[in-house]
């Protein structure tokens, strides 16, 4: 693994490292209640300040191989869409996924694209045995996501965390390297044969 965080592209994103400049388009996004609603994490109301402390310590966890946190970025219109994190445990070679996506960028697909893709990436590049990730019960969308991504769902937490003074379900979802690895080459198979089928169609047809 190089020393600074890389720079990830997708079909429709380009997932970077955060810097100090993105202060003000993270506070717009984040500051919004529906945001904190269906995090555990994130308070609301969400001042500038809040912002700017989050941003300035990424380089140094990066650094000390104990997370990466990803801007997720509109090829199309340069825009700050969302943010895809993972903190590392290396002495256990797992690691725990979360995200959030703007308000004006939801049910466009933009989280399940960039977790997606840091989910690949950091199972190679320290080496990870198992990555998870956890909502809460209520917010059912995040479930979809882990779902798409290939995550299992291993059960459920009752009351596990206290939200606005309620208690809160959550959900817990995981996926060992082995079972992606394994299902990528099942659909690759499966494509394959796919692909066979129809040129032996069209053949018959010609």
């Known amino acids: 693994m190089s020393d600074g965080q890389p720079t990830l592209t997708t079909r429709r994103l380009t997932l970077r490292p955060f810097t100090s400049a993105d202060a003000d388009a993270v506070t717009a996004l984040v500051s919004d209640r529906r945001i904190a609603a269906d995090t555990i994490a994130i308070p609301h109301p969400y001042e500038r300040s809040m912002a700017e ?3 300035a310590g990424h380089a140094e966890a990066f650094a000390r191989g104990e997370s990466a946190t990803f801007a997720s970025v509109a ?3 340069g825009e700050l869409v969302g943010c895809v994190g993972i903190a ?3 002495e256990h ?3 725990e996924m979360g995200w959030w996506v703007g308000v004006p960028y939801w049910g466009r697909g933009y989280c399940t694209e960039a977790a997606d893709a840091v989910m690949h990436w950091a199972f190679e590049a320290f080496d990870l045995h198992r990555i998870d990730a956890h909502h809460l019960s209520r917010n059912s969308a995040s479930g979809r996501v882990m779902q798409k991504i290939g995550m299992r769902h291993e059960g ?3 009351g596990h965390v206290r939200k606005w003074g309620v208690q809160e379900d959550v959900e817990l979802y ?5 079972e992606l690895t394994g299902r990528e080459s099942r659909e690759g198979r499966d494509a394959e044969r796919e692909d066979l089928a129809t040129h032996a169609t ?3 047809n010609g």
Request: no cysteine; aromatic share 4%.
């Open 53 to 55: 402390s989050w941003l």
């Open 93 to 95: 070679r797992r690691a």
């Open 156 to 158: 459920s937490l009752r």
């Open 174 to 178: 995981g996926v060992l390297r082995d």
């Open 202 to 204: 069209l053949a018959s």
């Open 75 to 77: 090829h199309d219109t």
């Open 88 to 90: 590392i445990n290396r």
